[in-house]
């Protein structure tokens, strides 16, 4: 079983930036699209972002396009979400998550947009402060 580990959460103060890690296996990397999600207290899972294999093409929830960025490392088998102008209510658990793309060709996304990703990390605790 992959284990993927989030790294990178903590304690911001609003209108602050703050970029989230994700270690992938490095002999897993290679076959798998990365995402994130976040849970807020109270509330349902929510997809952020995800990336594709390769070069990997990002794909992004509405809600977040223009101030959370998603890449990947190939080198170090790291993945990122860099977020800026953080907000009170983007406090949550923000999880990893992978998932084989290949199976699904160029609607690879809709497995992360529908949130059925095989694959998840424990979580990283986000907080803003007012």
């Known amino acids: 079983q992959v284990q993927l580990a989030e790294s990178g959460g903590g304690l911001v103060q609003s209108g602050s930036s703050l970029t989230l890690s994700c270690a992938v296996p490095g002999r897993t990397f290679d076959h798998y699209a990365l995402g994130w999600f976040r849970q807020a207290p109270g509330r349902e899972r929510e997809f952020v972002a995800a990336i594709t294999l390769g070069f990997g093409t990002p794909y992004y929830a509405d809600s977040f396009k223009g101030r959370f960025t998603i890449s990947r490392d190939n080198a170090n088998t790291m993945a990122y979400l860099q977020m800026s102008g953080l907000k009170p209510e983007d406090t949550a658990v923000y999880y990893c998550?992978?998932?084989?793309?290949?199976?699904?060709?160029?609607?690879?996304?809709?497995?992360?947009?529908?949130?059925?990703?095989?694959?998840w990390g424990q979580g990283t605790q986000v907080t803003v402060s007012a």
């Open positions: 998550s992978a998932d084989d793309p290949i199976p699904y060709g160029r609607s690879w996304y809709q497995r992360f947009l529908y949130g059925n990703p095989d694959i």
